[in-house]
């Protein structure tokens, strides 16, 4: 997915949402390598922020290959590591259609990040937070409260109140949609009424897949739900040859992840180029 898009001339901002069990220290450490990789491709400036989920998790809620698998390395004894396990929500059912307990505390937690240290780019996320990076994006498109308000009546989930903002006129989101949007072994909420608003109508905001071939955490099947409830996701699925994992390091990978980001950003500093234009045109009146 090599990418001629012109190099971006402003500093980015993107949001980091960690996986199940992990923290937002643990992550920013799995993905150091990613880090400077990212820093070296956009001179303008690129600035990565990794919050911590807001529900912690108890040692019964964390099996230990999950736990050794998210983390990247093995438990030994492990209790400091299971100590410093969140989530952004608890998926409960013995197999899908899943619920998430705690749905609407992960998104309040991650609609305060945006008012406080936004706003962002773009997000990339991990696993469950994959799952989180194609919510936010759904929830911060245009029109999107509607598609909630007409699923509510027959079971759906309500739009969460965290992302409304009162503008005095009427009711709009707290943040800008976002640029783009990244999953690394993501997936979607399937077979339930409750969270079909988040994929219906399809995301519209360009997302990036990427897939471990040999995942056994993250069924396949459930990843590509995440990919079909995207808009435009031909070309923008890439596998690679390992489990489940961040490749913050193999340069085909990082080649692929920077690729799309340019050509993204190229699309976006074009648009606001062509405002500009507009607004300085002298009119002939």
């Not at 307990?101 to 309040?108: A, M, T, Y």
Request: hydrophobic share 35%.
């Amino acid at each position: 997915m090599a990418s001629q898009a012109p190099i971006p001339t402003k500093p980015l901002k993107i949001l980091m949402l960690h996986g199940f069990t992990q923290s937002g220290p643990l992550f920013y450490a799995k993905t150091r390598a990613l880090e400077k990789n990212l820093q070296k491709a956009f001179p303008a400036g690129i600035s990565l922020h990794y919050p911590t989920a807001p529900i912690r998790l108890l040692p019964a809620d964390v099996p230990f290959a999950v736990a050794s698998s998210t983390n990247g390395e093995s438990n030994g004894g492990g209790a400091a590591e299971e100590t410093d396990a969140w989530a952004w929500w608890r998926r409960k059912g013995d197999g899908e259609p899943y619920t998430y307990e705690g749905i609407e505390r992960g998104l309040e937690h991650i609609a305060e990040v945006l008012k406080t240290e936004g706003p962002f780019d773009g997000a990339i996320g991990f696993s469950q937070g994959g799952a989180c990076a194609g919510m936010l994006a759904s929830l911060l498109e245009p029109d999107r409260r509607e598609a909630f308000e007409a699923v509510y009546p027959t079971g759906g989930m309500r739009y969460p109140e965290s992302f409304e903002a009162d503008t005095g006129y009427n009711t709009s989101t707290i943040h800008p949609p976002l640029k783009f949007a990244v999953s690394y072994s993501g997936f979607a909420a399937r077979g339930v009424e409750l969270y079909k608003a988040f994929y219906e109508p399809k995301i519209k905001t360009p997302m990036l897949h990427f897939l471990g071939s040999l995942d056994t955490v993250v069924e396949e099947k459930r990843s590509l739900a995440l990919v079909e409830a995207c808009e435009n996701s031909e070309g923008k699925v890439v596998y690679h040859p390992g489990g489940h994992y961040l490749p913050s390091s193999q340069k085909t990978y990082v080649s692929a992840l920077i690729g799309f980001i340019k050509e993204i950003i190229a699309v976006s500093e074009g648009e606001t180029k062509k405002e500009e234009s507009v607004d300085n045109m002298d009119m002939p009146f």
